[in-house]
Structures are given as structure tokens and as C-alpha cells.
């Protein structure tokens, strides 16, 4: 569980990109691994408080108060704590996490310390761990964006990156017909669309196709494993319908940590499509 999650041992006992991010984490002022600091503290102005207090009334009540807030900061700690130590193991051997703004440090952890869900948690920790690995990656309005995700919008949102195909230099979800029954068998539909686009996540145009242009004539796609040589009419300046939405900033930064999975038949599904175009041909399937 998060809240059982501690650090044992020193902080010289971790490989050197982990010793970093912690040591850049209690330069910006964020204190984690200290879950019972808060507790201490909280406990000694309580007596404080209890001194000044004018009768057992009163004392009772800052009791419950303190209580209350000890009980409320020791998870927010933990929530944290469990954040930090599921990023470490993502941090690659070239991290520079020294080069991470304090303050982009100091947003992230007071926006997170309240998701105490498990797999929410699992995504912050992806995105720490990202940024320390190439600092920029998150913006703070990706981080606070997700502070306010709820975990329905995030499972919805990782089965719309389950229709995403890199195609050239570029990650798109490919949904033409939400109508269709592989979109409507993941909770794909004309309302989910909008509600994503509402949140900042996608562009969506019911109207007209969005395309990715500028292709050279041939080219690669691939569908996760799955590599596709295409190839256009034209030498250069070719253009590709990608049906009908295409990811925010926000959404292209959280899309390569979402834990999107492949749709079974997607794959035969764009290919038929893209065959059946005149500017398009199929050269070779991998």
C-alpha cells in the first residue's frame, strides 16, 4: 500500500542518478522520507496551543483539531514518500536532475501529495522520474493539469492512446469513426471525445478530417511492435488523414506514460483503410 512505503538506509546506499534526485528534491525545499517529522512538529504546537487554552472545552477541541491535521499531513508525507521511491527505479544513468527548476520541484510534490491512489501515484512518478531524465519534458501546466485529472479520465484517455500510431516523427491517435464498433467497445464515442477535448487532453473536429502533412514519399507508421513502410503518390509534401482529433501539448506529454495497450484488430483496421486510398500504398508490413 503507499502509505506502507519507507526508506530504509542511507541515501549513499542508492545508485548515484537516485542519491541526485533526492538531494536536488531537499534543495528545493521539499522534505520526503521524513513521514514523522510533520507529526513531531504538529504535536509540540499542539501543547503550545493547549497552554494557552481556557478550559477542557477548548482543549478538547485543538486535540481533535491537531488530530485531524497530523493524521492529514502524515499522508500527504507518505503520498510523496510513495511517489519519490516508485520514480527512482525509472531514472535512467544519464538523468540530470540537477538541472530541474527548484521550483518545478517545489509545484510538483504540493500538487501530487494528495493522490493517494496507487496507479494516479504511478503516474506521477513517471512523470518526476521524465523530467529528471530530460528536464522540460513536463511543463507546470502538464503538472497541474494533473492534479486534477480523476482516474476515469486517465483510464479513458490511455484507451484513446491505445489507437495511437507513430507515423514519421509523430504520435497520433487514429479515430475516424467514433460510430464504429472498435471505438465503441472502449468507451469511444462522440460524448467521451468531447468531454476529452473539454479537459485539454485532445482537438477533436467532428467535421473535417485532421491530417499530418508534410511526408516525404515514403515513409515508416508503426502500431506499437508493428512497423508499416508506406508509400504516397507524391515525392514530397504528402498529406495523411488521421480521422478526427489529434493531442493537446498536455496530451503529447502524457501519452508516452499513460500505459496505453495495443486494440486487438486495430491494426487490420487501418491498413484496410489506408489500401483502400489512391495516395496511399502498403509496401511492406513488419
Known amino acids: 500500500m503507499p502509505g506502507d512505503v519507507h526508506f530504509h538506509g ?6 548515484k542518478p537516485a542519491c541526485i534526485l533526492i538531494e536536488k528534491i531537499y534543495d528545493a525545499g521539499v522534505g520526503v522520507f521524513k ?14 496551543f493547549q497552554m494557552k487554552a481556557k478550559n477542557d472545552i477548548d482543549i478538547k477541541l485543538l486535540n481533535r483539531t491537531w488530530s485531524r491535521f497530523i493524521e492529514e499531513e502524515t499522508r ?4 510523496m514518500e510513495a511517489i519519490t521511491v516508485q520514480a527512482l527505479p525509472l531514472l ?11 521550483d518545478w520541484i517545489t509545484n510538483f510534490f504540493d500538487k501530487c501529495r494528495i493522490t493517494s491512489d496507487k496507479e494516479m501515484q504511478s503516474l506521477w512518478s513517471k512523470v518526476l522520474a521524465g523530467e529528471a531524465n530530460i528536464p522540460g519534458t513536463y511543463s507546470k501546466r502538464t503538472v497541474n493539469f494533473l492534479s486534477d485529472l ?5 483510464m479513458l484517455f490511455t484507451q484513446v492512446c491505445g ?5 514519421h516523427n509523430e504520435f497520433v491517435p487514429i479515430i475516424d469513426n467514433a460510430d464504429d464498433d472498435i471505438f465503441k467497445k472502449n468507451d469511444i464515442n462522440f460524448d467521451t471525445l468531447i468531454h476529452l477535448k473539454s479537459i485539454g487532453l485532445i482537438h477533436f473536429n467532428h467535421i473535417s478530417t485532421i491530417v499530418v502533412d508534410m511526408l516525404p514519399k515514403a515513409f515508416n507508421a508503426s502500431y506499437f511492435d508493428s512497423i508499416v513502410s508506406l508509400e504516397m503518390d507524391k515525392d514530397h509534401d504528402n498529406r495523411l488523414d488521421i480521422g478526427y482529433i489529434a493531442l493537446t501539448q498536455i496530451g503529447k506529454e502524457l501519452a508516452p506514460i499513460c500505459g496505453r495497450t495495443p486494440v486487438t484488430g486495430f491494426k487490420e483496421y487501418i491498413l484496410e483503410k489506408w489500401m483502400a486510398q489512391n495516395s496511399t500504398k502498403v509496401v511492406n508490413i513488419e
Open 10 to 15: 542511507n541515501v549513499g546506499d542508492l545508485a
Open 35 to 48: 513521514p514523522y517529522q510533520t507529526k513531531r512538529v504538529a504535536k509540540a504546537e499542539s501543547k503550545a
Open 76 to 79: 500527504k508525507q507518505e503520498n
Open 92 to 102: 535512467e544513468d544519464n538523468s540530470n536532475s540537477n538541472a530541474i527548476e527548484n
Open 150 to 154: 480523476d482516474k476515469a479520465e486517465a
Open 163 to 167: 489507437y495511437g500510431w507513430q507515423i
